[in-house]
């Protein structure tokens, strides 16, 4: 006997699929669809809407940004299909300022393809790109040697782009929790690199792209690591039944990912600032439960553009925050830090614990900060 769920009127039948059946029930509920119609066509005349780019930068400036190859796509009027990574549409604004862009992707077809994408909007867009897997510590090394072979002069800004979100191989080949490597991680790692190259007078401006979710402390929902034992727990034993579906190991990534901009604001001639650019419509949701698809469904009135979004990076890589006022952009908004962000003091801690991790575990020499 086939079983049927009731649904808004409706017998669906109960299948692997069923978390699609109700995300399609509720998309067809009347109220829902007026939202949905409504939001859309807001995020339509709003992504058409001309953008205010910075404008304060006098000379171009030479930018790296990791991840900026996923979930492309073609903007329609309809919203359907639209460019859904923020880090492309940074990428596409960047250039379109006149700055010199590097961005990395886990495959050269996607890279290659990004790139075709830009150079078709803007064909004097100086922008090129290195294959590279932030779940891989030694292509990342690779790679950024073959840049600096390449290249030959210092980034002055590093855009922290790339991220995963509920990834349901919950581990990378390392044995590390896969939002802690790449979200975290490798971007330590990188951004080590990064300095590494530069002259000691040289200015580096380092973005890192956090989330709101590091001001929700609901203990109901994940608890905050209090100490490095308590995030080397998160590292060691990606568990998504202790960690509610992995938003907890996510949530502490970007606790840590905003604890670095503290980090590498205590360096001479390196400024940074952690930036949540908003909730938006990317593919890194395709992981989430059927529970929080729904949420998405219903919420569609908290997501912004995807332009706005990658705007609200572009001005924070563009302006420089003072290192002692302990400030983030939440989206376009200069505001104070979280309190969950102060009360870790990750500048007392954590550059040693993310040297000590790489050395031990993976024989990565990274020097202390100067």
Partial sequence: MRHLLPVNGMLLPIS???????????KECVPVRLLKWFFDER?????????????NEPTPKRILLTGGTGGIGIFSSSCEYYLSFSGLETVQQLCLLGHEVTFSGRSREKAEAARQIILRRNPNARVDYVVMDLEDFT??????????????K?????????????????????????????NYLAHFLLARLVIESKQPTDKLHIVCLASTLIGVDFKFLWSTP????????????????????????YRASKLLIAGLAQVFNGTKAITAVAVNPGNVRTDMARYMPWRAKLGL???????????????????????????EDRLWFDQSELVAQPETVHRAQFDQ?????????LLKRFHVVVPPTI
């Fill in 16 to 26: 692997q699929n069923v978390d699609k059946l109700l995300v399609k029930a509720l």
């Fill in 43 to 55: 995020l339509f005349q709003e992504t058409m809407r001309p953008i205010d780019y910075p404008s």
């Fill in 139 to 152: 292509q990342i090394q690779r790679g950024f040697s073959w840049l600096m072979l390449q290249k030959k």
């Fill in 154 to 182: 210092p980034y002055e800004i590093l855009i922290m782009n790339a991220g995963v979100m509920l990834d349901p191989n919950g581990s990378t080949k390392d044995k590390l929790d896969s939002a802690f490597q790449v």
């Fill in 226 to 249: 209090k100490t490095e034992d308590g995030y080397l727990k998160i590292v060691d034993a990606p568990n998504k039944k202790t960690h509610n579906c992995g938003w907890g190991e």
């Fill in 297 to 323: 469904a219903v919420f569609a009135c908290t997501l912004i553009s995807t332009e706005r979004a990658a705007k609200n990076v572009v001005q924070a890589a563009l302006h420089t925050v003072d290192k």
């Fill in 349 to 357: 801690w954590l550059d040693r614990w993310s040297r000590e991790l």
